[in-house]
């Protein structure tokens, strides 16, 4: 008999938590031979979100939470739910019910087999949601996936049941700056997709705006990849290259017709261009840089204010 924790961060979700409650229950409540943790990290949530789960868990032993003591990020929840998480199979959802939870009896199933360690959905479809922001967001994974050499899956979620083993090996990865999604993928393991299509908010709004999207992607490139540092060497040898060329032909130039002044405004170009792309790589360097600053400090990945969880040690 198998112990399933369902991980559930939620910032600001009192509006759907209920109904994630029960709907989630319901489904858990009938998977055969099996028992369930409902564990609910509250990310700092500003509305009544812990107050809710708290009443849940005053009438029902199955829930359990964590609490923030202020807003640290989904990854940041995550990784809190799976370390506090005593299940031997561990599955991460979404509050919102954009995860469809009658999923979870075929994940076990999966799982019992014992032919894979975990069970991760894929979206199929982006429906609901924005044109552009689905473009990019294919984009991303795209070239995520080219310069990283992690392979990420286009329209993975963290919607994944995983055993202990790997739950243990996602936890021994102690970074602070904390990409799920690439984590999941770098871990490895026998992982079988199932494909499921996009489900809308039943209620409440997402928590994503675009600007926060685009930050989350940079993080994720540079999270796994060394590449962009490359490119700095890259256009370093071709400009070296170019300039050689370009002393060879001023010198015959010079020798053939005489030296009379020209090409000011060319010259102007030309350096501004080169103090451009300089800049740039060295805010590649910089962006690497505070990443490693950032790791180095060693700070924990988040505080919780309160905490009622099926760990004992
Ligand atoms: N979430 C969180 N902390 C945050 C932002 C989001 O714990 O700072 C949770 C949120 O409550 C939800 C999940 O992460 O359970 C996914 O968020 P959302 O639905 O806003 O993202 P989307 O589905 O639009 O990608
Ligand atoms: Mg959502």
Not at 66 to 80: H, I, M, P, W
Not at 155 to 168: H, S
Not at 250 to 259: A, M, N, P, S, Y
Request: glycine share 8%.
């Amino acid at each position: 008999m198998e112990t399933i924790s369902i991980v559930v961060p939620c910032y600001n979700e009192s509006d759907v938590i209920k109904m994630f409650y029960e709907e989630v229950s319901k489904v858990a409540a009938s998977i055969p031979d099996s028992d369930y943790e409902l564990l609910f990290v509250d990310d700092g949530s500003k509305d009544d979100t812990i107050g809710q789960i708290k009443a849940f868990a005053e009438q029902d032993a199955h829930v359990h939470y964590v609490s923030f003591s202020r807003n640290f990020g989904k990854e940041a929840a995550l990784y809190a739910g799976l370390k506090n998480a005593v299940g031997d199979y561990v599955v991460p959802m979404d509050a919102d019910l954009q995860h469809p939870p009658e999923y979870l009896p075929e994940m076990v199933r999966i799982l019992r087999t014992g032919e894979y360690d975990a069970v991760a959905m894929r979206r199929v479809d982006r429906k609901g949601e924005g044109k552009i922001r689905a473009f990019f967001s294919r984009q991303f994974y795209k070239f995520n996936r080219k310069i990283s050499g992690v392979d990420i899956v286009d329209g993975a979620t963290d919607y994944r049941m995983m055993t202990r083993q790997v739950v243990d090996s996602v936890l021994s990865m102690c970074e602070v700056n904390r990409f799920t999604k690439g984590i999941f993928a770098w871990v490895g393991f026998r992982t079988k997709w199932l494909e499921y299509h996009n489900v809308e908010r039943p209620a409440g709004e997402s928590k994503w705006s675009f600007r926060s999207l685009v930050r989350y992607s940079l993080d994720g490139i540079t999270a796994f990849s060394t590449a962009p540092l490359v490119i700095a060497s890259y256009l370093g040898i071709f400009f070296c290259m170019l300039a050689i060329v370009g002393m060879i032909a001023v010198v015959v130039k010079t020798l053939i017709w005489g030296d009379p002044v020209a090409g000011y405004p060319t010259l102007i170009t030309v350096i501004l261009f080169i103090g451009g792309v300089q800049l740039c790589m060295i805010g590649i360097l910089g962006q690497y840089l505070s990443k490693a600053y950032l790791e180095i400090k060693h700070r924990p990945i988040y505080i919780a204010r309160e905490e009622h969880t099926g760990k004992h040690d």
